[in-house]
């Protein structure tokens, strides 16, 4: 840890005694060495933060009008969004926050990707974030079951049902977690605890345990190498600059420009052409009215892609169940020596950019019906996900292993 | 030890009786953690108020023209009664081999149902109207040979979602990303045009 703040006397001496501010301000911020040569890429983590914070705020104010339940959701959310002053901004922008959450969390991820950051020694920081990532996806699922509009009604069926194709325990479990013979009542008040007290608990504890674990290790860069390992004479890394003043201010031009777009959504398109918020939800749950086609907001295409591309339901769910627990493994299945794709071969290139490409091309699968060339492209694409993890060690391993530079690549500006 | 051999103030310490304090110590407590926890988990159950909602669904079959499906409610499932005509009936077994599951053999329904024509009478087709893919509600295309769902098809349902098609016994078509049969509740006949859908015949084999 770095230097211990002497005491000046007065408040501040009498405060640090007893609570370790300054302490920690120098562990944590001024003290905490990040590699300068970051770049835009390295936005979207402090940015996920932001958003968090922000669901949490907007959150709190819709609880204040919401009613849970089958008879009540529907009626108190166009109550609050029509009725009660500036609720129809804030009620948006809880919802619109979700599908921005999910698109700097992939951002984040893609980073992740690119400059091999989940590599050794950061493996358990990927790993955390990954628990993050799986947190928020309940987190979301539920939160726009909440509502009770068809599409959460719908959405909720297919997703409590892929539980049922466990096999010995699914239909138990299925009303285990429905608490009826169907979504109801039961389905809708749990869903609200677990949406407003156990999972935000669970993602905020998560989130601190990211950052204890990123501290322990230190930021990666573009470039991939350790910083710590060229150390300067006062024992602070050469490529290193304070994460406090340099990166507080850097994240304050993301925060702008990321509020703007935000903004922009929200003021002019908050459904985002029926991506954000799908169509069918803006009518009350029907249970004898399926939509014409069911379809999961954006964010978790990818994965419905795969479910509907298999011809048989219980593999069907266990290669969507798998197709998000590969993540896990990423810090294993990379064999390179090298982290960042800066200093990685071709393959390697060819390779990550064919799993963005797929993860893409099957989230917009996902939105489509499930018939005809849908259906081929979801089973070629599907192959080619996995193909991936598959391929990951051995192009890893063949052509990540170059040589890589003495100090982090930087433009002074 | 041998450090605190040489001041006689501290007594020896028995190591495997440490050891075995240490361990019944934690395992009580995690058997008192986990016996904790079986009220919370158990709470998540259907309610009372729930179970009795699940009580029995009566329909008067004489309502149903052969040939035609009216849809009752149990356990807020919905559930399909078919009059099947004996025309629908005689095309039952002509595709059997389209099917995946033609005999029923890994489907769920009651053993009384578990025949050719999925019923305990052949004229009365009693399903559960949820697919048995991800729970969508299968359309009724009754029409034979009606090329929208597919070549030569002997009429049944078609599920939205999914793709997913059935017989008017309910089986699945290859093809079909569900892999089981449509469900049958259990369901019994106390009078000649009375269904009772939750309530198994009785053991005297009055149907």
Known sequence: ?413 | MSDHAADDTVPEVDESRRKFLIAATAGTGAVGAVLTAVPFVASWNPSESARAAGLPTEVDLSRIEPGQMITSFWRKQQIYVVRRTPEMLTSLPNHDGELKDPESKDSEQPGYTKNAQRSLRSDVLVLIGTCTHLGCLPKTRFTPNDATVMANWPGGFFCPCHGSKFDLAGRVFKGSPASLNLKIPPYSFPSENKLVIGVDPDAKGNA
Request: a positive charge; aromatic letters at 16%.
């Open chain 1, 1 to 413: 840890m770095s230097a211990v703040i002497e005491s000046k006397g007065g408040f501040r001496a009498w405060l640090n005694k007893r609570l370790p501010v300054d302490q920690f301000v120098a562990d944590q911020l001024t003290g905490y060495y990040a590699p300068k040569n970051f770049n835009v890429w390295y936005f979207f983590g402090s940015l996920a933060l932001l958003v968090f914070v922000m669901q949490i705020v907007t959150g709190i104010f819709v609880t204040m009008h919401f009613k849970p339940g089958e008879a009540t959701a529907w009626d108190s959310v166009q109550k609050m969004v029509r009725e009660v002053p500036y609720m129809g901004i804030i009620q948006p922008m809880h919802a619109v926050g979700a599908s921005f959450f999910f698109i700097v969390v992939y951002l984040h991820m893609a980073r992740a990707f690119l400059y091999g950051s989940y590599k050794a020694p950061r493996e358990l920081l990927w790993v955390i974030g990954m628990l993050i990532y799986l947190a928020l996806m309940a987190e979301a699922f539920m939160g726009y079951v909440l509502p009770n509009g068809n599409m959460s009604y719908w959405g909720a069926q297919v997703i409590i049902n892929l539980f049922g194709t466990i096999p010995g325990i699914g239909p138990g479990l299925v009303e285990w977690i429905r608490g009826d013979y169907g979504i109801g009542d039961a389905t809708l008040n749990r869903f609200f605890s677990l949406h407003v007290v156990a999972l935000p608990f669970i993602i905020a504890l998560l989130v601190g345990l990211h950052l204890v674990a990123l501290r322990q290790v230190g930021s990666n860069n573009p470039d991939g190498i350790e910083i710590k390992e060229k150390l300067g004479k006062d024992g602070k890394p050469l490529d290193g600059i304070p994460f406090h003043p340099y990166y507080t201010l850097k994240d304050i031009v993301g925060v702008g420009l990321f509020l703007t777009l935000f903004a922009i959504v929200l003021f002019f398109i908050p459904t985002f052409f029926g991506y954000f918020m799908e169509a069918p939800n803006f009518e009350p749950a029907n249970p004898v009215s399926t939509p014409e086609h069911i379809a999961p907001v954006w964010y978790f295409t990818p994965y419905y892609a795969i479910l509907r591309a298999v011809p048989d339901q219980k593999m069907g769910a266990l290669l969507m169940a798998l197709s998000v627990a590969a993540f896990l493994f990423v810090p294993w299945l990379d064999r390179a020596k090298n982290k960042s794709i800066r200093y990685r071969g071709l393959a390697s290139k060819l390779l990550l950019g064919m799993f963005f490409i797929t993860f893409l091309v099957l989230m917009w699968l996902g939105l489509k019906p499930a018939e005809g060339l849908y259906v081929m492209l979801a089973r070629i694409f599907t192959a080619l996900y996995f193909a991936f993890f598959v391929l990951l060690p051995f192009v890893s391993k063949a052509d990540g292993n170059g040589p890589v530079p003495e100090r982090v690549t930087y433009h002074a500006h």
